[in-house]
């Protein structure tokens, strides 16, 4: 990812299926500033292209992620080991418009009350985020979105 940080005027990137996305590579990526689209999502286990690797992106490397101010879109996907503490660093990105959280099983409300400061928000997909019961409506209600995107599935 370090020859990205050279690219200022990289406004548009998605990574998905890529073995090697960790918290290491994004702290690399929060020094491309300019990004305002971003995409880091791997695929499922299940899936028939699934090469047995994760992303190795934890709550840490949503630390580096909240240094990219100009976020609008962000797409998480599957991160599966990002926790409520990893939306605290999201809470962060208040130009943020656009945010799919889904297929994260450990977020709950309280994670998701982290993000009731984004104002910008007009989107949040959260399809699979099982644990998501208690408190998520109010929470939900509150932070006065225009769209949410819930889908109740078994993943």
Request: glycine share 10%; proline share 2%.
């Amino acid at each position: 990812m370090r020859h990205l940080t050279g690219l200022t005027c990289l406004e548009h990137l998605e990574m998905r299926a890529l073995p090697y996305v960790s918290d290491v590579c994004v702290e690399w990526l929060a020094k491309v500033t300019t990004l305002v689209h971003l995409e880091l999502s791997p695929l499922h286990s299940g899936d028939p292209f699934h090469l047995g690797h994760d992303y190795q992106l934890t709550d840490q490397g949503l630390k580096h992620v909240a240094q990219l101010q100009a976020l609008k879109y962000l797409c998480l996907e599957k991160c599966g080991m990002v926790s409520n503490k990893g939306l605290k660093y999201i809470g962060k990105l208040t130009g943020l418009e656009y945010l799919d959280i889904s297929r994260m099983s450990s977020i709950t409300s309280a994670g998701l009350d982290h993000l009731s400061e984004l104002r910008s928000l007009r989107c949040l997909v959260l399809s699979g985020c099982c644990n998501l019961f208690h408190g998520a409506r109010d929470v939900l209600v509150g932070m006065g979105l225009g769209s949410i995107r819930l889908v109740l599935d078994r993943w």
